[in-house]
């Protein structure tokens, strides 16, 4: 397993990266570049205004399927896992806000299917997990409409589509 970490240059977003299959996430570090890192400082800014640390686990699918029925007890692979903390640790200068899992060969099979770039799925799945890492939820029509609409703003700032726009 590969350990990396990825910051902000405003230092508002730090990201420690655990890649369980390099094999697959060989090109990390373009998900991770400083346009993105400073778009997740924004995102930041926007919402909690504290400087965030969160882990990711970047997988396959049969690791998230794993995970997915252990925490979910839903038996299939996804493309991303949040895992929010009930309250934020403070570790150093950063609140550690959670953690999340993002499974390649889903990523990958979904940009297929909607023919869509592998980077900009990876930055809105990414987006989704954070959100859900700050207290944003789906659980009902109100809460996912007004999560999908922030993240339909938000993207927008990046010149990502709206990733909820059905063929």
């Not at 919402?47 to 299939?76: E, G, P, Q, V």
């Amino acid at each position: 397993m590969k350990s990396i970490n990825f910051s902000s240059k405003s230092k508002l977003v730090k990201f420690d990266i655990q890649i369980e299959t390099p094999s697959l996430w060989k090109d990390h570090k373009i998900y991770f570049d400083s346009k993105t890192m400073d778009f997740f400082s924004k995102v930041v800014e926007k919402t909690i205004n504290k400087s965030i640390l969160a882990s990711f686990l970047l997988t396959n699918d049969k690791n998230i399927k794993i995970l997915n029925y252990k925490w979910r007890k839903k038996n299939n692979s996804t493309n991303v896992l949040s895992f929010p903390l009930k309250r934020f640790l403070k570790e150093e200068k950063y609140f550690f806000i959670g953690d999340i899992v993002l499974s390649y060969e889903t990523i990958l099979r979904e940009c297929k299917k909607r023919d869509i770039p592998f980077k900009d799925h990876f930055i809105h799945l990414s987006l989704h997990g954070i959100l859900h890492l700050m207290g944003f939820d789906h659980k009902d029509k109100k809460d996912e409409k007004f999560m999908e609409s922030t993240e339909i703003k938000l993207l927008s700032l990046i010149n990502i589509e709206n990733p909820y726009l059905t063929d």
